[in-house]
């Protein structure tokens, strides 16, 4: 499997999530963020299922890549998980709207509620 998203599963994501799911943006940063990793101990197989790709910003994006503390934020908001977690069942917060989802692999969402 390609690990580039096409603009159109990347316009599928972004019609799923409608911005960053930490800050709101809606600009021209948003990226695919991954939730468990793809490679160096993550699962090829799980790759750019939708349960596993969040829209980040660019900045939060290399925040959660490189900085200890963000790294720790993306795990407590599961926009990063562990490689044994499934993201079709770990729910992710949505910050900015203030509401958890879980996320499918046909591109859709439902409102955790624990």
């Known amino acids: 499997m390609a690990s580039r998203l096409t603009p159109k599963e990347f316009a599928r994501y972004l019609d799923r999530d409608k911005h960053c799911l930490h800050c709101g943006t809606t600009d021209d940063t948003l990226i695919p963020q991954h939730r468990a990793n793809r490679g160096a101990g993550g699962s090829k197989l799980r790759g750019s299922n ?17 900085d200890a503390r963000w790294a720790t934020l993306g795990r407590v908001n599961g926009w990063k998980l562990n490689s044994w977690d499934d993201p079709a069942i770990a729910p992710v917060y949505d910050a900015y709207a203030g509401v958890w989802w879980v996320l499918d692999d046909t591109y859709g969402r439902t409102k955790y509620t624990g």
Request: charged share 10%; aromatic share 0%; with cysteine.
């Open 50 to 66: 939708p349960a596993n790709v969040v829209v980040l910003c660019s900045r939060v994006n290399t925040l959660l890549e490189a």
